[in-house]
């Protein structure tokens, strides 16, 4: 599909290398690997505000037989590295390295931190990148980096959820801000591989609700003829934002057939509509390193948002876009991937956030029309 209003916004080329925290903290040379998967509000002042995920990656990883690998170490308060066996790695998949005799447990290539970057009303051009303001890794469950924000406006606080990545789990955490700009951890919500959780704007029957994605390594076979075992979106209430319960019934699994027919994950943050809670998510299926991320959307039951009454699978909405990223083309190390992750709604159209290949922030004016239920 073509919208009024598609670009790249911020690509890595973009961020000051001089502000880059891991570098400065390990006295290394690096670099900015990707930056990617914005969560999206509007701020007090009219602006938006992308919450920007930086990849910050070594620029030299391998020192003659060894790789290196960062990380955040908690007993000295600053960021650090270990060293590794090269021929002990597999080195397949440019995001993180695989160690070849230890079944699958993996580092990362890159530690991610998240970074505010305001743009206009309308998000058509950068205003000002907050580097004062970003976001580090600080506690033991973050110890390889901060990940894939997707911020949600609740009367007057603003809450952000974010994936952190440690050795010992993989789970999400909450931040909150009464600006949109400056945040404060409330800490762990959900505990191991538990990613992409989007809170929902309001209370609903005086519950708070989120949509989750466990993760697990075991899976059962379905008695659903189209249906693929595997990871699916699921549906969580909660009284207090803090302590989570997963509700019975699952909302989107991974489909025979279809764009996911690989995985499925959560995407935006869930709008209300006058036809119901509108829930942009993403679909993968394909082979490759990644596979291919394509975003499809779904209608939410107002009052009892565990049902789904429409869904959109035909025609994904947002796919990568080769001629977006033309000016990026000497970082690119992925293809066939965009990662939607936040929206806003505006006069005729709602402005939504992407990353597009792990690499840029996609901002894309899609017309309201385009949500018609067919």
């Known amino acids: ?66 790789t290196q690998v960062l990380r955040y170490n908690t007993l000295t308060g600053s960021f650090d590295v270990n060293h590794y066996q090269t021929r002990d790695l597999d080195f397949a998949d440019p995001r993180k390295y695989r160690f070849k005799n230890e079944g699958e447990i993996y580092a990362l290539t890159s530690l991610s931190w998240l970074l505010p970057v305001e743009l206009d009303s309308e998000g058509t051009q950068v205003i000002e990148i907050h580097y004062a ?72 029957d005086g519950l708070y609700h989120a949509l989750t994605r466990p993760l697990g390594e075991l899976y059962f076979k379905s008695i659903e003829a189209d249906s693929i075992p595997g990871p699916s979106i699921n549906i969580a209430s909660s009284p207090d934002l803090l302590h989570w319960r997963p509700l019975e019934k699952v909302l989107v699994k991974s489909r025979k057939n279809t764009v996911l027919s690989g995985k499925v994950g959560g995407g935006t943050p869930p709008l209300r509509t006058p036809a119901g809670w509108l829930v942009l998510y993403h679909g993968v ?18 009052l009892n948002p565990q ?30 991937i965009v990662f939607t992750t936040g929206i806003v709604n505006a006069d005729n159209h709602y402005i939504v956030a992407s990353g597009e290949l792990d690499l840029c ?12 239920v067919r």
């Open 307 to 336: 049902q789904v009454i429409y869904e959109e699978l035909t025609t994904p909405i947002l796919e990568a876009n080769p001629g977006l990223t033309r000016d990026c083309q000497d970082l690119i190390y992925l293809q066939n």
């Open 1 to 66: 599909m073509e919208y009024p209003f598609d670009k790249i916004l911020l690509n890595p080329h973009d961020i000051d290398p001089k502000e880059l925290p891991v570098g400065q903290g390990t006295g290394l040379e690096t670099y900015v690997f990707g930056t990617l998967n914005p969560g999206l509000c509007r701020l007090p002042n009219g602006n938006l505000l992308m919450m920007v995920r930086i990849a910050e990656a070594l620029s030299e990883p391998r020192t003659g037989n060894e």
């Open 361 to 372: 922030c996609r901002i894309t004016h899609i017309p309201h029309s385009v949500f018609a």
């Open 285 to 302: 299926s394909g082979n490759g390193i990644a596979g291919n991320y394509r975003t499809v959307w779904m209608l939410l039951d107002l």
């Open 133 to 204: 303001k970003m976001i580090l890794p600080d506690q033991a469950y973050q110890e390889y980096g901060i990940e894939d924000p997707r911020i949600t406006l609740i009367q007057d606080t603003y809450y952000m959820t974010t994936c952190a990545v440690a050795s010992d789990r993989h789970s999400t955490v909450l931040y909150s801000s009464k600006d949109g700009l400056n945040y404060a951890c409330q800490g762990l919500i959900m505990d191991h591989q538990n990613k992409d959780m989007v809170i929902f704007p309001e209370q609903i």
